[in-house]
């Protein structure tokens, strides 16, 4: 497993702690955009489709880590976007590393050799480089060539300065599993600490809407790539639970407030891959948003995915529930072959609402010109148009 014994201690830890104090609702990781901003402009990507006067704007490093203290969550991934184009990327890093926290900082790498020297290695900071599959396939999903060279020179000279490296893995529904698992072995020849796999999200956005996995399809390809993994000590960055899930052997729900993410325009609703409304402050997420609208049965959009930002945490939280089920998922690996768990019923989901359009429009007016107070950052909260 490629998670840190002492970083699975701590996380336990943090959940014991909410279940003693009763609460059902409770974040476990960060989700934090500082930008939408990226250097690349992948075809499977929802994330970039802004004007250029979003794009420009950054999460300064008071609200980043004002965000960190806000929701109490123990890890924070820092996405985007791509990160190291925000200037004081390091002082946001070193922030949360001194409040305690787990620190995931998600690159495509392209910057990471020039700026790697402005951070020093850290037990609980991590590089996680994306890397979706060997040269061919990485390149295809990254939409540019070289990418994938790049992101593994980075991915060595990190490893050489002492820092600990993950890759994130974001399969399509051309990924083939001997292909995937050869690529599992060479990452894992390379030296990586953890790999974090995840079927890719059909971003509405996305130019590519040809490539996104269903459920069934992507149970298959998961128990095609574990099959051929066994015995060959690949280190997971996911939870054995969740990876269980993945070659559908759980039924979980998805618990998207077990991964709250904060951007530019506030806290976001429902979740890292849904942008359907946004809160001035974490307490307000939690309270005023109809979290049971959404989710896999609940709504059109949510009806195919099996992201890790949605259903890791009910695998944590499950696992900490039942440690000998996860000891046990973890010694024996996921399930390959048998019956899956039954599939969750669509037939109530409620119709896919279209709002990006509106969200850009209260967006671009709150940046026109003489609009006093608008600059994010300010006053320490999110814009005015955050709130719905």
Known sequence: ???????????????????????????????????????????????????????????????????????????VAIAGGEPLLHKEMPQIVDGLLKQGRIVILCTNALLLEKRIDQYRPHPRFTWDIHLDGDREQHDWAVSRKGVYDRAVAALKLAKAKGFRTAINCTLFNNAEPERMARFFDEVTAMGVDAIMVSPGYAYERAPDQQHFLNRRRTKELFRGIFARGRGKGWRFGNSPLFLDFLAGNQDYRCTPWGNPTRNIFGWQRPCYLLGEGYARTFRELMETTDWDSYGTGNYEKCADCMVHSGFEATAVMDAVKRPWKALAAQLRGPRTEGEMAPEIDLSRQRPAQYVFSRHVQQAMAELAPGRPGREAGRDGTAPPMAAE
């Open 1 to 75: 497993m490629g998670i840190p014994l002492r970083q699975q201690i701590k996380v336990g830890a943090y959940i014991l702690k909410q279940h003693l104090m009763g609460r059902r609702r409770y974040p476990l990781v960060l989700m934090l955009e500082p930008l939408f901003r990226c250097n690349l402009a992948c075809a499977g990507c929802g994330k970039i489709d802004y004007p250029d006067p979003i794009l420009n704007k950054r999460l300064s490093v008071e609200e980043c880590l004002g965000a960190a203290e806000e929701c109490g969550a123990p890890v």
